[in-house]
């Protein structure tokens, strides 16, 4: 019997090892960077953060925002969505660089922005790139952010930041297709 019982607990260790395990974040590749999920959370609508290495949703230079928009499914509503989040960035001090209708893969038409934030007490500008578009189901935002900050010169940074590579990140977030929304986590953490 104590045999039995030492299989028992050699078992029921091993399992609970097994299950004390992380799983694993799922990821995602973008401007040739893998970024792992760093959050999800649901207050209004489905969004998930991914960030790169040791970064955090706290703290990071650069990070991808996936929003699922299941109340907007025609073209008319992913315009007023688009509006709406362009509204919600200039009222919370966002300056609109760039705001275009443009032609993804096949030609399907997205909305495309570029927003700019300004944080002086902290000497750095948020830079976002932001599609709106039309997935399978329903609308979707990709939102990628990056931070530039130097306590000497953190605008002269970000406007080199926008002369060198905001070509590059927009056409990376405009090309960026995301991954089916129902594959991924949907537990707050």
Known sequence: MLAKNGIVVISLLTMLSLGAQKPVAP????LGQTYHLGSFNQKSHPQWEFVTGSETVEKWTTLVTLIDRPDARTRP????LAQGIMSTYTAHGGRTLL???M???GGVP???MTVAFEEPAKHRYE???VKAALGPKNAYLVVYGVRITDPKDYTGKAKTYL?????EAGQAV?????????TLPRKEF
């Open 27 to 30: 990821t995602i590749t973008f």
């Open 77 to 80: 509503e992913l315009d007023r």
């Open 99 to 101: 705001a275009k209708t």
């Open 103 to 105: 032609q993804g893969a």
């Open 110 to 112: 997205f909305n495309y």
């Open 127 to 129: 830079l976002n790139f």
């Open 163 to 167: 002369d060198q590579h905001s070509s």
């Open 174 to 182: 405009g090309n960026f297709v995301p991954p089916d929304f129902a």
